[in-house]
């Protein structure tokens, strides 16, 4: 499991699905802090009506593409949204059914989409994607170094590219310009003047303690996450929450160490919550994936 940095390329599409577990809380005038990711949280989040939110992501494509899907989601259609993305991953049928759109590729068009969304850019985001985006040639995807072999199945998870309905959520969600900080989380937690009732961290706990291991120890993980608590407590309000996406089922061995492992130190008083997630990837006959967002509540005391 490689480790993330400045210059890991983003994720074109989210590997994580927790649409309908964030949904069944209310977020509207909360403060929220995201991993950016591929962009498609975020955009979620800031579609519940939350007060404020903040993305944080170490890797600097995946704030750059944040900004581009946000420019998508709020002047695309979905077709348009499925061809500027995917188009050309012409092996993805269903995905492509799905969306009512053409499959095969329109360097063009792409390039004209491009345009229309380029200004709503940061100069360094425009100065990341013109490269790729301005120039499309039928022979080079210009997101090709960001797909993983992963994506069909993922994509056919991801509930805006499947339905008008959802992606107009999305679309609302788009209309929130919120900040984007290319950073580490475990940096930038201690540095935050924030106050925040939800902080949404992916699975990045799961790559920091792969790191940390193999360069030191599983004590000096468990150092680190003892730090982080008390980062990360100073900056949640009562009743706040931290999630953490569990690629694992709730049974399984893994699962029970990973747990145990993340808990907040016991005189912080953290109440934990498991919410399973089951997923059957259309694009996978058969499969069905078991994962958990985990939830760690700060009580008022
Ligand atoms: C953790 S990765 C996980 C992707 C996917 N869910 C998976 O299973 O591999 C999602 C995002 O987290 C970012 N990331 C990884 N470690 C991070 C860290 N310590 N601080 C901030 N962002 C991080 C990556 O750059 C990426 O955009």
Same mark, same amino acid.
């Given at each position: 499991?490689?480790?993330?940095?400045?210059?890991?390329?983003?994720?074109?599409?989210?590997?994580?699905?927790?649409?309908?577990?964030?949904?069944?809380?209310?977020?509207?005038?909360?403060?929220?802090?995201?991993?950016?990711?591929?962009?498609?949280?975020?955009?979620?989040?800031?579609?519940?009506?939350?007060?404020?939110?903040?993305?944080?992501?170490? %890797?600097?494509?995946?704030? /750059?593409?944040?900004?581009?899907?946000?420019?998508?989601?709020?002047?695309?259609?979905?077709? $348009?949204?499925?061809?500027?993305?995917?188009?050309?991953?012409?092996?993805?049928?269903?995905?492509?059914?799905?969306?009512?759109?053409?499959?095969?590729?329109?360097?063009?068009?792409?390039?004209?989409?491009?345009?229309?969304?380029?200004?709503?850019?940061?100069?360094?985001?425009?100065?990341?994607?013109?490269?790729?985006?301005?120039?499309?040639?039928?022979?080079?995807?210009?997101?090709? $170094? /960001?797909?993983?072999?992963?994506?069909?199945?993922?994509?056919?998870?991801?509930?805006? !590219?499947?339905?008008? $309905?959802?992606?107009?959520?999305? %679309?609302?969600?788009?209309?929130?310009?919120?900040?984007?900080?290319?950073?580490?989380?475990?940096?930038?937690?201690?540095?935050?003047?924030?106050?925040?009732?939800?902080?949404?961290?992916?699975? !990045?706990?799961?790559?920091?303690?792969?790191?940390?291991?193999?360069?030191? %120890? !599983?004590?000096?993980?468990?150092?680190?996450?003892?730090?982080?608590?008390?980062?990360?407590?100073?900056?949640?309000?009562?009743?706040?929450? =931290?999630? !953490?996406?569990?690629?694992?089922?709730?049974?399984?061995?893994?699962?029970?160490?990973? =747990?145990?492992?993340?808990?907040?130190?016991?005189?912080?008083?953290?109440?934990?919550?498991?919410?399973?997630?089951?997923?059957?990837?259309?694009?996978?006959?058969?499969?069905?994936?078991?994962?958990?967002?985990?939830?760690? $509540?700060?009580?008022?005391?």
């Amino acid at each position: 499991m490689e480790g993330f940095c400045e210059d890991s390329p983003p994720y074109l599409v989210p590997t994580e699905h927790p649409w309908e577990v964030l949904a069944r809380f209310s977020l509207r005038g909360r403060r929220v802090l995201t991993i950016a990711g591929s962009g498609d949280i975020p955009v979620y989040l800031a579609s519940h009506g939350p007060a404020s939110l903040e993305a944080v992501d170490v %890797s600097r494509g995946a704030c /750059f593409l944040t900004e581009l899907k946000r420019a998508a989601y709020r002047h695309y259609a979905r077709r $348009e949204f499925v061809r500027f993305f995917l188009g050309g991953t012409a092996s993805w049928p269903l995905l492509f059914e799905d969306a009512g759109a053409d499959p095969s590729p329109d360097p063009p068009e792409r390039s004209l989409l491009y345009g229309s969304v380029r200004q709503h850019l940061s100069s360094a985001a425009q100065a990341f994607f013109d490269q790729r985006l301005m120039d499309c040639s039928e022979e080079k995807h210009p997101f090709a $170094e /960001f797909l993983r072999p992963t994506d069909m199945w993922h994509v056919s998870l991801l509930p805006p !590219v499947r339905s008008d $309905e959802a992606y107009g959520l999305w %679309s609302s969600g788009a209309r929130l310009n919120f900040p984007i900080h290319c950073a580490s989380l475990e940096d930038f937690v201690p540095a935050t003047d924030s106050c925040f009732d939800l902080v949404y961290t992916s699975n !990045v706990f799961e790559y920091l303690r792969t790191r940390i291991v193999l360069q030191a %120890s !599983v004590s000096a993980f468990r150092g680190f996450m003892r730090s982080f608590w008390v980062a990360l407590h100073r900056i949640l309000a009562p009743g706040g929450r =931290l999630a !953490v996406y569990v690629f694992q089922g709730h049974e399984t061995e893994p699962f029970a160490r990973m =747990l145990k492992e993340l808990a907040p130190p016991r005189p912080l008083r953290y109440k934990r919550h498991l919410m399973p997630v089951t997923l059957r990837p259309k694009a996978l006959p058969g499969a069905v994936w078991r994962h958990v967002v985990v939830f760690f $509540e700060k009580t008022f005391h």
